[in-house]
C-alpha cells in the first residue's frame, strides 16, 4: 500500500529532519520541507501532499495562517499542528483554522506514523472527546465561524439532531443507540452533515456545533 506523501513545515531544521527519517523509515514518502508558512503554502501549491504536518510557531507566516490558506486553496489536505504545548488556545485555533489534530513535538515515532495515516483517510486525530473540552474552554459563539457556516437550514431536522450528538462528543454506535437508528444510517447522516457544510472531519463538526450555538458549553 503506498504511503500517504507528505510535507513537513518547521523552522528548526534539526525537526524536520528527525521526523523525515521517522516517516520514511515508516513507509510514508515525505515530498517536500518548509521553513515557515509562506513555505509551506507555496509547497502544498506545488506539491499536491496528502498531509502537512505544521509548526504553529514560525516565522514570517506562522502555522495558523497557512493553515486557513492551505485549508482554503486545497480542501484534500490534511494538516496536522505540532506544538509544544498540550491543550491549549493555540491548539483550538489551529482546529477552527481547519486542522485535523495535532501532535506534540515529542511524539514516539510509532504515533507519528500512525497519526499521518490516520488523518490521510479523512479521520481526525483528536477525539471528539478532547475536541469538545478544547471548544468547551476557547470556542466564542459565532465569532470564528465563516457566514457560510453560520446557517445550518440546509439540514434537515434529523441531521441538525444528529450533529448535535456529535457536537457532544458522541460516536456513530452511541448516536444509533439514542436515536433508535442503524449504524449505517447514521454514517449516512454524518456524511451528509459534511457535505452540505463543507465539514472537514468530526473535530471540525464540533466546533461549528458549538460555534453556531448548536451546542452549548456544558449542554
Do not use: W
Request: contains cysteine; hydrophobic residues 50%; aromatic residues 4%.
Amino acid at each position: 500500500m503506498t504511503g500517504p506523501r507528505v510535507v513537513i513545515a518547521d523552522d528548526q531544521a534539526f525537526v524536520r529532519i528527525g521526523f523525515r527519517m521517522i516517516l520514511t523509515s515508516g513507509g510514508i514518502e515525505v515530498v517536500g520541507e518548509a521553513a515557515d508558512g509562506a513555505e509551506a503554502v507555496a509547497a502544498v501549491r506545488d506539491l499536491r501532499p496528502d498531509v502537512v504536518l505544521m509548526d504553529i510557531r514560525m516565522p514570517a507566516m506562522d502555522g495558523l495562517e497557512a493553515t486557513r490558506r492551505i485549508v482554503r486553496e486545497s480542501p484534500d489536505c490534511r494538516v496536522l499542528m505540532l506544538t509544544t504545548f498540550d491543550l491549549d488556545r493555540y491548539v483550538y485555533d489551529a482546529l477552527a483554522a481547519g486542522a485535523s489534530g495535532f501532535l506534540l513535538k515529542d511524539v514516539t515515532a510509532e504515533h507519528l506514523v500512525a497519526a499521518v495515516r490516520l488523518v490521510e483517510t479523512g479521520d481526525a486525530l483528536l477525539a471528539p472527546s478532547i475536541t469538545r473540552r478544547l471548544v468547551e474552554q476557547f470556542a466564542s459563539p459565532v465569532a470564528h465561524v465563516p457566514a457560510v457556516h453560520r446557517d445550518l437550514a440546509a439540514l434537515t431536522p434529523r441531521e441538525r439532531e444528529v450533529l448535535t450528538f456529535v457536537g457532544r462528543g458522541r460516536s456513530n454506535a452511541e448516536i444509533a443507540e439514542d436515536l433508535t437508528l442503524s449504524e449505517a444510517t447514521v454514517k449516512t447522516h454524518v456524511a451528509r452533515i459534511f457535505a452540505k457544510l463543507a465539514l472537514r472531519d468530526r473535530a471540525q463538526a464540533v466546533v461549528l456545533a458549538y460555534e453556531t450555538g448548536l451546542v452549548a458549553p456544558g449542554g
